[in-house]
């Protein structure tokens, strides 16, 4: 049994930081790759950052040069660093996984989800 578990959201200004993490237990079959998501109010699901099994990462366009992820394999945990938080970066934070080798940017694609964790920046 996959569980993932976010913390480390929370209310800050614009301009501020935070770094979110995401606790994995279980067994998830390699190679995998763990996706952040977020979801702002009354928005879709979107993809933010993913990292491969292999280390590689991406990041999506509107995070790009603020956000990065990261993972310490040692203690099963993911990472997301936010810098110079923006208004619209506000919704929940999910982690999830997926095995394979490539990483999407579907929700839909990703079987193992945590419970989220909000992430309010205000102006």
């Known amino acids: 049994q996959v569980q993932l578990v976010e913390s480390g959201g929370g209310s800050v200004q614009a301009g501020g930081s935070l770094r979110l993490s995401c606790a994995a237990s279980g067994y998830i079959a390699s190679p995998y790759c763990m996706t952040w998501f977020r979801q702002g109010p009354g928005k879709e699901r979107d993809w933010v950052a993913f990292?491969?099994?292999?280390?590689?990462?991406r990041h999506a366009d509107s995070v790009k040069g603020r956000f990065t992820i990261s993972k310490d394999n040692t203690r099963n945990i993911l990472y997301l660093q936010m810098n110079t938080l923006k208004p619209e970066d506000t919704g929940m934070y999910y982690c999830?996984?997926?095995?394979?080798?490539?990483?999407?940017?579907?929700?839909?694609?990703?079987?193992?989800w945590g419970q989220g964790t909000q992430v309010t920046v205000s102006s």
């Open positions: 990292i491969g099994t292999d280390g590689s990462t």
């Open positions: 999830a996984a997926r095995t394979g080798w490539a990483c999407r940017v579907r929700p839909a694609d990703y079987s193992y």
